[in-house]
């Protein structure tokens, strides 16, 4: 079966980059413009499902069952306005049991599939990892959005991330980078200049930078909501609207753009 869904696997190994931010925001974002949006956390930490506020997670609620058992997508929760798949600090259990079950890697993508005409875009955040739920997730992928800091560690990141995807494209020869994407950027910085510099030369398609504005970022955050929810007419807000653009336009999908 054909998934009529866009799936788009945020991803990074390493933690700090932004992906949590991303999906939460850019879906957000995507559902305003009035696409139907399925996002999916599965990271054991369960930043995302926490930072939207919601509690009471079992085990059966997360994509564990879909992992280890080939079960279908469970019913999603509701928040602002979008369908989650929430997390639980039990999918770690899950790593060790994929590897022990044929096909396991490939579930996820399936699944998908299954409730490919329920939405437009599907976003999954993935864990900061190269173990078997960042497979998972990858493999579940149609592209990859990769999130990259514009600092040292950013580009101390780019070879195991490249070394990732090519061994998730010796299974899935389809698989590609959507868009690369600046975070954290301080104009200001020579240093983020540099590592900007550097990776408009390695890196493409690149979006435009996402600045750091970090007070607005944190504080929506501890509040549970987003940006666009938390602080619409600010200068993060047109961020968020600007990187939205961006991934709309390189997965073709339709977005009012900057001013929605």
């Given at each position: 079966?054909v998934?009529?869904?866009k799936?788009?696997?945020?991803f990074n190994h390493?933690?700090g980059a932004g ?6 925001n850019v879906g957000y974002?995507?559902a305003r413009g009035g ?5 999916l956390?599965?990271d ?9 506020g919601?509690s009471g ?5 997360t994509?564990?069952p879909?992992?280890v058992?080939?079960?279908p997508?469970p019913?999603?929760v509701?928040a602002?306005g ?8 039990s999918?770690a259990v899950?790593?060790g049991q994929?590897m022990?079950?044929?096909?396991a890697?490939?579930?996820?993508r ?6 490919s005409g329920?939405y437009?875009?599907?976003l999954?955040?993935?864990p900061?990892?190269?173990?078997q739920?960042?497979?998972?997730a ?6 990859m959005?990769?999130p990259v800091p ?18 998730y494209r ?5 698989l590609?980078?959507a868009?690369y994407?600046?975070t954290?950027?301080d104009?200001?910085?020579?240093h983020d ?5 550097d990776?408009?030369a ?10 750091q504005r970090e007070?607005?970022w944190l504080d ?7 940006v ?11 961020d968020v609207q600007?990187l939205?653009a ?5 997965i073709?999908?339709a977005?009012?753009g900057?001013?929605?």
């Amino acid at each position: 079966m054909v998934s009529a869904v866009k799936t788009l696997t945020v991803f990074n190994h390493a933690g700090g980059a932004g992906k949590t931010s991303l999906t939460l925001n850019v879906g957000y974002e995507l559902a305003r413009g009035g696409l139907r949006v399925l996002l999916l956390d599965l990271d054991p930490q369960a930043n995302l499902t926490g930072w939207l506020g919601i509690s009471g997670v079992t085990r059966e609620m997360t994509v564990y069952p879909v992992a280890v058992d080939g079960q279908p997508l469970p019913s999603p929760v509701k928040a602002f306005g979008l369908d989650v798949i929430p997390a639980h600090v039990s999918l770690a259990v899950a790593e060790g049991q994929m590897m022990g079950r044929v096909g396991a890697q490939g579930r996820l993508r399936r699944a998908l599939a299954e409730v490919s005409g329920d939405y437009d875009v599907a976003l999954i955040d993935s864990p900061p990892s190269l173990g078997q739920l960042a497979i998972l997730a990858a493999l579940a992928a149609d592209q990859m959005i990769v999130p990259v800091p514009t600092r040292q560690k950013g580009l101390d990141a780019l070879p195991g991330l490249q070394g990732a995807l090519t061994e998730y494209r010796e299974v899935r020869p389809d698989l590609t980078v959507a868009l690369y994407v600046p975070t954290f950027y301080d104009a200001r910085r020579r240093h983020d200049q540099e590592v900007l510099a550097d990776l408009k030369a390695h890196l493409s398609p690149l979006a435009r930078p996402v600045p750091q504005r970090e007070a607005v970022w944190l504080d929506s955050t501890a509040q549970g909501a987003p940006v666009s929810e938390y602080a619409p007419g600010t200068p993060v807000h047109a961020d968020v609207q600007r990187l939205t653009a961006d991934i709309a336009a390189a997965i073709g999908v339709a977005y009012p753009g900057e001013n929605a």
